[in-house]
């Protein structure tokens, strides 16, 4: 996922409003996350925000020594309220991408896995070219990195946004868009259930980084340079542990067999 083009000017007035003091100086470090993108980031039955990204969030604190509080954010707010100091860092499937570091920083990646079309088993559709797609529906959602490729390359289709990746889904298995595209790993899940059983990843992967960045990191004000390097020495550690590999097999189990 990344943040929209249009709101990147915006974004540039918004001003860095009042810092986060640094990390050496607070116990706790406020984590942004959409809380409506499994299994990175969802809210479960009982109202508590867990995925791979809230175990991941737990594991860096514990390392860098500090406690972690999550602040649930819907996704199109996500990078201004990181500006205005809702929070301290973002870690919500945020792919690293030159046009977002324009208004906020990264850490080192932790995860990254392509982006894919989806359509219903019996469309038919075996190419994703934008020849081929021309005339049909897609669905993404909104301010992503998969809503930009598809407004850039994809003209002649009609591209359709939504607010979250499960709205999405839903309309294509209930027929109202003709196929998505979204990250790999947040889909695989969706396909195993029996709404997601009407469909299947169509072929081709989609890792270019002009649009798809350089894999996932945690966003963090420009500003902010000790709590990068902190949690950058946090994730380092953690990946070379095995924490890192061992969560990512826990969530994203359907990696195990590519």
């Not at 959409?34 to 980031?41: L, Q, R, S, T, V």
């Not at 005339?135 to 359709?160: M, P, V």
């Not at 798809?212 to 500003?223: H, K, M, P, S, T």
Request: hydrophobic residues 45%; contains cysteine; proline residues 4%.
């Amino acid at each position: 996922m990344t943040f929209h083009r249009f709101a990147v000017a915006a974004l540039a007035t918004f001003g860095l409003a009042a810092g986060t003091a640094s990390v050496s100086a607070q116990d706790t470090v406020r984590i942004g996350t959409e809380g409506a993108y499994p299994p990175y980031n969802f809210t479960d039955s009982d109202g508590n925000l867990v995925g791979f990204e809230i175990d991941l969030a737990n594991a860096i604190c514990e390392e860098a020594g500090v406690t972690c509080e999550f602040v649930a954010q819907d996704w199109d707010g996500i990078i201004p309220a990181l500006l205005a100091s809702r929070y301290d860092a973002i870690m919500a499937g945020m792919s690293i991408t030159e046009e977002r570091m324009e208004v906020v920083d990264f850490t080192r990646m932790y995860f990254t896995t392509p982006a894919r079309f989806i359509a219903a088993k019996d469309s038919g559709l075996t190419e994703t070219t934008p020849e081929a797609l021309a005339g049909l529906t897609i669905g993404a959602q909104s301010a992503t990195i998969h809503a930009n490729f598809l407004e850039d390359l994809y003209g002649d289709s009609d591209i359709r946004p939504y607010p979250t990746q499960d709205e999405v889904n839903l309309d294509l298995a209930a027929g109202r868009i003709d196929l998505l595209l979204a990250d790999s790993s947040a889909t695989a899940d969706w396909l195993e259930t029996d709404d997601g059983s009407c469909c299947m990843y169509l072929p081709g992967d989609y890792t270019d980084p002009e649009y798809f960045g350089n894999g996932v990191g945690i966003a963090l004000r420009q500003e902010d340079d000790e709590l990068r390097e902190t949690l950058n020495a946090a994730i380092t550690a953690l990946e070379a542990d095995g924490t890192i590999d061992a969560l990512a097999a826990e969530w994203f189990p359907f990696l195990a067999n590519e």
